[in-house]
Each structure stands twice: as structure tokens, then as C-alpha cells.
């Protein structure tokens, strides 16, 4: 009889969060991005093994998540700074601009990427007001997500790990996606193969 699912943590790898025996923490390498990755993220998500914001934090220099939702640690709106970095709201909006038409400034360039399900993620900039304020982005032409763990809405609807990815290489050079897409699909396979009972690790 297979272990229920909260007792599997002691099992697990505590850096990659799966179990032990497709751990793919030797697959993990950090990239000196230039441009600081913001990842505001609902709270729920925290210890989900199929979020994959947690990951974007293993294998980005500049690259942190501060998480909202949570009413005994309240987001704050007083850790960005408007005057210092020019913000790139990523989501799709009515309002929003592909992201190729992004104009930089003397401030340094800043992604922020709302983290959640597609029904939490798209109230963040509206339930916050310092998100509200920052010009919106939307990624053209990605084609459809290789993400297979979670359902996406359709084409050009990615998680937030592969939009962090694909929006790097507008703002930077596709080297730094390179670099994150080679790891992210081992990390796809491995959840994969965990959750089949797959052993082999070819």
C-alpha cells in the first residue's frame, strides 16, 4: 500500500521537493540574470509541488517571491520602488502591451509576475494598488506550455516559471531561456515519472 500523500514529505528532497529517488538537484544551476524578477505569489501556493515559482528562485540570480494573501503577513506595497526600477507587470490585460514594445529607461528594469491559479493571479493588480500602478505585458507567439502537471487555458497561456523564461528572453537574450527551459524539462519529467511510479530516470 503506496504512503498517503502527507506523509511522503520526509521522503522528499528538501531543495527540489520530490522524492529522494528522482531528486534532479544535480540538473540545478543558477543564471546571473541581469534584469530583478519579482514573483508576487498567493500564499496557497507555498507548498504546492506543482508550483513552479519556487523553481524560477533555484535557477535565477536576481529572482524572489513575496507572497500576498495571507492576512497575518500582509503583502507590502512599500518594497517597490517606483523612482529606482521601472516595473514590468506580466499578465495579460485588456489594457496590456506585448512585451516586445517595452521601452527601457535610466531605472533598472524589473519583471513582476503574478503567481497563482489563472483566477487568483488575474485580481492581483486589482486588488493591489501598487500593482495597479505598474504598465502592463503580455507575451505574443510562445505557442502552447510543455507544463503538463497543471491544465493551461490554451495557446500562450504559460506557467509562471516558462513566462518568467520567455519574457527573460525578450528583455535579455534567449540565452538565459535556454538555460531555464533545459532545466525545466527535466523537472517536468521527473514530477511525471513520480507520479507513474516510473523508476527509471533516463
Given at each position: 500500500?503506496?504512503?498517503?500523500?502527507?506523509?511522503?514529505?520526509?521522503?522528499?528532497?528538501?531543495?527540489?521537493?520530490?522524492?529522494?529517488?528522482?531528486?534532479?538537484?544535480?540538473h540545478?544551476?543558477?543564471?546571473?540574470?541581469?534584469?530583478?524578477?519579482?514573483?508576487?505569489?498567493?500564499?496557497?501556493?507555498?507548498?504546492?509541488?506543482?508550483?513552479?515559482?519556487?523553481?524560477?528562485?533555484?535557477?535565477?540570480?536576481?529572482?524572489?517571491?513575496?507572497?500576498?494573501?495571507?492576512?497575518?503577513?500582509?503583502?507590502?506595497?512599500?518594497?517597490f520602488?517606483?523612482?529606482?526600477?521601472?516595473?514590468?507587470?506580466?499578465?495579460?490585460?485588456?489594457?496590456?502591451?506585448?512585451?516586445?514594445?517595452?521601452?527601457?529607461?535610466?531605472?533598472?528594469?524589473?519583471?513582476?509576475v503574478?503567481?497563482?491559479?489563472?483566477?487568483?493571479?488575474?485580481?492581483?493588480?486589482?486588488?493591489?494598488?501598487?500593482?495597479?500602478?505598474?504598465?502592463?505585458?503580455?507575451?505574443?507567439?510562445?505557442?502552447?506550455?510543455?507544463?503538463?502537471?497543471?491544465?493551461?487555458p490554451?495557446?500562450?497561456?504559460?506557467?509562471?516559471?516558462?513566462?518568467?523564461?520567455?519574457?527573460?528572453?525578450?528583455?535579455?537574450?534567449?540565452?538565459v531561456?535556454?538555460h531555464?527551459?533545459?532545466?525545466?524539462?527535466?523537472?517536468?519529467?521527473r514530477?511525471?515519472?513520480?507520479?507513474?511510479?516510473?523508476?527509471?530516470?533516463?
Amino acid at each position: 500500500m503506496s504512503k498517503p500523500r502527507r506523509n511522503t514529505r520526509e521522503s522528499r528532497c528538501p531543495t527540489c521537493r520530490i522524492n529522494t529517488h528522482w531528486c534532479f538537484c544535480e540538473h540545478l544551476s543558477s543564471f546571473h540574470n541581469n534584469t530583478e524578477v519579482i514573483i508576487p505569489m498567493h500564499y496557497t501556493e507555498r507548498w504546492l509541488t506543482s508550483n513552479t515559482a519556487y523553481f524560477a528562485t533555484l535557477v535565477l540570480n536576481k529572482c524572489k517571491i513575496m507572497e500576498r494573501g495571507n492576512m497575518y503577513d500582509p503583502f507590502d506595497p512599500n518594497a517597490f520602488d517606483f523612482e529606482e526600477n521601472n516595473y514590468v507587470y506580466l499578465f495579460p490585460t485588456q489594457d496590456s502591451l506585448p512585451l516586445n514594445e517595452f521601452v527601457a529607461d535610466h531605472r533598472k528594469t524589473c519583471l513582476v509576475v503574478p503567481d497563482g491559479s489563472w483566477s487568483k493571479a488575474k485580481k492581483f493588480h486589482k486588488r493591489e494598488d501598487v500593482l495597479a500602478k505598474m504598465p502592463k505585458f503580455h507575451l505574443i507567439d510562445v505557442g502552447e506550455s510543455i507544463y503538463e502537471l497543471r491544465k493551461s487555458p490554451g495557446e500562450n497561456f504559460l506557467c509562471t516559471y516558462e513566462a518568467i523564461a520567455h519574457a527573460l528572453s525578450v528583455l535579455e537574450g534567449s540565452e538565459v531561456k535556454d538555460h531555464m527551459m533545459n532545466i525545466f524539462k527535466v523537472f517536468v519529467e521527473r514530477v511525471k515519472k513520480s507520479r507513474k511510479g516510473d523508476f527509471r530516470l533516463d
